[in-house]
Each structure stands twice: as structure tokens, then as C-alpha cells.
């Protein structure tokens, strides 16, 4: 049985310091002070590829329930252990299959995460009580830096409270987790803006848990047959998370977010249509769009994600415009839906979690 988060709420006073650092070549005094704080127990927010993780060491049960108790996370939600060599994935995984060699050729490091029996160097605390280990090799030179000097194996989720959207740069995490960690290191803005795609390895078929920048077809092309796994289109209060983001709502801004699915003119005028009935009700709505159409809408909050002819600005915009209605206190968000061809599936995903599955089809 994991211990409860609340026990540990003595860590969360504290001073937290931030140190700017370069992304391209990490000072090595910056990285052995960071090191050092993993090494000890402590906890360090460092920028990654795709969003800043929230680090401790993987293989101390007390770095997990650190993690668990800043971001007021759900302990049986799992941790990914973020390693820096292939080889160092023998010592915390098993029954490794022939088709994860070959992923790790083609994609790590990168934003890809797999998911593989695990070994007892593991705790259960870090793997959220299950026998299976997610593990990921970032490309980011800090956090390869931070990692190979950290230990090893670094156990991180996205640095943020939890639910919240997550943090694509440094300021992010402060606003969440100022006070309640030792260290942020600032790389700057991340270069994807959402989190690595997620294969499940441990069973007769790869099974994707969590889309991301790479996709089931890249997948295929590498190992052949991979499904997705049918729990990311619905919301399942009983179903045990295998993976993060499973499970709990995530990536939520405070208002209510509502997504509206369809053709373009029909989106268009129904959400025109329920921003003007929140007016006469004196409510402050706000309005998720792109460039293609942001001169269509007639409401004063109006925030284009980026164009569907470059998928990669709308992922790494998601979840700063999120925090940024925010600042704004709007009462509702309505979003167009973003069926794009390649990241329109890891897009909506992160949608439908922070909408809590609120979708308007026309």
C-alpha cells in the first residue's frame, strides 16, 4: 500500500531557487548542483524536449512520494524513469522484446516512452504500484546532463500541480511549484510543448497508452502491427492507469473548457452563438481557434493555437494558451477540435482530458 501524500507536506516549505542555464552547453557547475539535489532525495524541474519534468531519483522510494506530494499527485498514477543510455535500461527493465531495440534506434533519445516488465531495482512507489516500468530517453542536453550525473535513472513527470496544464517553460513551473521545491533549472521555451507518446511493450502487441509527437504510423513503420489503446476516447473512472495521463483529468485550465467538433462554418457560428448567450448572462468567455479563423469569431478574448498547415505550433501553444486564459480569469473556453493529419490525435487527447471529455458536436 503507498503511503499518502499527505505525510509528506512538511517538504513543500522551502525556498526555490532558479538558475538560468544554456541549453545547447549546460554549465557543469549548474548541472552538479542540480545533480546533487537528485542524489540526496531532492527534487529538481528541468526543461526536456517536450515539457519540464519534475526529477527525482527513480530508485528511491522517497524521491517518488517527494514527487507525488509537491504536484498533489495521485499515487497511483506511474512515473516515467528518464535514462540517458540504452544500456541502462537492462538493470530496471525485463523480458526486453526485439522490437524495443529497434524503436530506441529510431527514436532515442526523443519523445518516445516504453513501457516493459520491471525489474525489483524498481520501487512500487515509483511505478505507482504496478509490475510495469515507463522509460524514456529525452534528447534535451540538460536533461541528458542532469540525468548521466543524477544517477542514472531520474524518475519525472510534467513539473506542474497536478490536472493543471502543463509547464512549457520555466516561469510555468514557478507559478505551480514555487516554495515546494528546491531547484527549477530555466532552459527556456521547450521545443514540442506536449508529452512523449507512449507504447505499451509488455504484452504480445505494442499498444499505444498515449499519443505524442510520434506516432502509431511511425511505429508500424519500425514493428509492424500497433493499436491504440481504446480507453484514451473515453473517460473511465474505474480503470487502473498504466500509463500517465490515463486515468485523472489533466492539463486543465481553472474555467471550463468546452470543445466544438465539426464543420468549420458550423463551429464557427456555434460557438459565436454561446459566447454571445454568456454575454447576456455576464459571463467572460474566451475563444481557442486558429489563424485560419480568428477573424470570424466576435468575442473580446481571442487566441489563435497557431495554423493547421503547421501541426507542430499548435502542439507546442496548447498548453501556454491554457495558462494563459488563466491570468485572463475567463469564466468558459470553447475550442475548436484539430483533427490535423499527423498530431491531430495527440492534440485532442490533451483536449479532451482538460475538457473533461466536454464536447459540442454540430
Known sequence: MLTSTKNYAIILLMTTKILKIDVNHPEENKIAEAASIIKQGGLVAFPTETVYGLGADALLPEGAKRIYAAKGRPSDNP???????????????????AGAKALADAFWPGPLTMIFHKTSLVPYETTGGLDTVAVRMPVHPVALALIRQGGG??????????????????????????????????????PIGIESTIVDLSGDIPMILRPGYITKEMLEQVIGEVRVDPGLTKEDAHVRPKAPGMK??????????????????DVVERINSLVREGREKGEKDGIICTE?????????????????????????????????????????????????PRLGQAIMNRLLKAAGHQVIEV
Not at 82 to 97: G, K, Y
Not at 250 to 263: E, K, M, R, T, W
Not at 318 to 338: H, N
Open 79 to 97: 512515473l516515467i524513469v528518464h535514462i540517458a543510455d540504452f544500456e541502462a535500461l537492462d538493470r530496471i527493465a525485463r523480458d526486453i522484446p
Open 153 to 190: 535513472y531520474i524518475a519525472a513527470p510534467s513539473a506542474n500541480t497536478s490536472g493543471k496544464p502543463s509547464p512549457t517553460q520555466a516561469k510555468h513551473v514557478a507559478l505551480d511549484l514555487d516554495g515546494k521545491i528546491p531547484l527549477i533549472l530555466d532552459g527556456g521555451p521547450v
Open 248 to 265: 485523472y483529468k489533466h492539463y486543465a485550465p481553472n474555467a471550463d473548457l468546452i470543445l466544438v467538433s465539426g464543420q468549420k462554418e
Open 292 to 340: 485560419e479563423t480568428a477573424g470570424l469569431y466576435q468575442a473580446d478574448i481571442v487566441k489563435s493555437i497557431g495554423s493547421r498547415q503547421d501541426e507542430d505550433s499548435i502542439a507546442k501553444h496548447l498548453y501556454e494558451i491554457l495558462r494563459e486564459f488563466d491570468e485572463l480569469e475567463v469564466d468558459k473556453i470553447y475550442s475548436e477540435s484539430f483533427q490535423t
